[in-house]
């Protein structure tokens, strides 16, 4: 069993999906970093100074200054700020997967289709389209040299 599980996780398309996950991950929490430490302030400020991460609707009763006030209070909230920075994560995210994906894409070689196997040929006499294994033209009845 040991062995078995041994080959399982060395063919090489198990450890690309590893080294995928643990580089995603790592991209994921630059990308968290850059949306909430480098884009998101600008953007609150260019909004009247908006801290997007403290946008947040109170479901049950009280009156918090802040997110984590709120929840140390164990009041039930909705996340409107976070969720906010979460999708635009994703969208970030989304899009650096769209280009790799599109790159790795024109990368490729594109296979060469070869062409057709005619199948049929012309008669020499009377120019009508016969079976390339034809040794008569059945529409003019010549004798056409085999090829």
Not at 23 to 38: E, H, P
Not at 61 to 85: H, I, M
Request: net charge neutral.
């Amino acid at each position: 069993m040991l062995k078995e599980f041994k080959e399982f996780a060395m063919r090489g398309n198990v450890l690309d999906m590893a080294i995928g996950i643990v580089i995603g991950a790592a991209f994921g929490k630059i990308v968290t970093s850059f949306v909430s430490d480098i884009l998101m302030p600008p953007i609150g400020l260019l909004l009247g100074g908006v801290d997007f991460s403290n946008i947040f609707v109170v479901l049950g009763g009280g009156d918090y200054a802040t997110l984590e006030e709120a929840q140390a209070a164990g009041t039930a909230t909705w996340n409107v700020g976070l969720f906010v920075n979460t999708l635009i994560d994703f969208v970030i995210i989304a899009f650096a997967i769209f280009l790799v994906v599109k790159a790795v894409n024109n990368l490729k070689r594109k296979e060469a289709v070869p062409p057709p196997v005619p199948s049929e040929k012309s008669c020499p006499f009377c120019t009508t389209s016969i079976p390339i294994k034809a040794i008569r033209c059945p529409h003019c009845t010549s004798q056409i040299e085999p090829t």
